[in-house]
C-alpha cells in the first residue's frame, strides 16, 4: 500500500521541494499526538498551503491502524517519558486504560482525564518530539528520492 503511494508521489508535477515540504508535513502530522484528527488536519493544511493532497496524505498515512499506530504510540509515550524523566512503564492503571478502552462512555474519559500526567503528557511530548526529528528527516531524504527519480526520468527520456 504504502509503496504504491510512493510510486503516485514520484509521479508528481510539483517541484521535487514542494512534494517533499507536503510529505514531511504528512510526516510530522502522522507522529502528532493529535489521533483521530490526522486526516481533518492534512486536509486542512492541504487547502490552506495550496499543498498537493496526495504527497500530504502519503506522510499522513505512514501512521496507519493496520501496520505502524501501535509501535507509533508506544514509542510516543518512551519518548515522552524519557523527556520528562519518567519510568518508560506505564503505571497500572494508565496500562488497563489504554488496553481495554471505551471511547463511547464518559466514564473512560474521565478516568484518562484523571491520569494524563502518568500517561497524555508523556504520549503528547513524545509525539510532538518524534513529529519535529521524523518530519526533519523525511524532508532531506523525500527531496533527494525525488530529484534522483526526476533525473532518471530525464535520461530515459534522452535514451
Known sequence: ??????????AIDDSPERTALAFSVGVF???????GLHTLLATVLAFAFRFNKLAIYTGTFVNNPFLTLVPIVLASYAVGAFLLGRPLSLPAEGMKLLSDPHLLTASYWHQLLSHWRDVLLPFAVGGTALSVVCSLAAYPVTLRLLRAHRRRKAVDRES
Open 29 to 35: 502530522i502522522a507522529f502528532s499526538p493529535f489521533l
Open 1 to 10: 500500500m504504502f509503496r504504491q503511494a510512493f510510486r503516485r508521489l514520484l
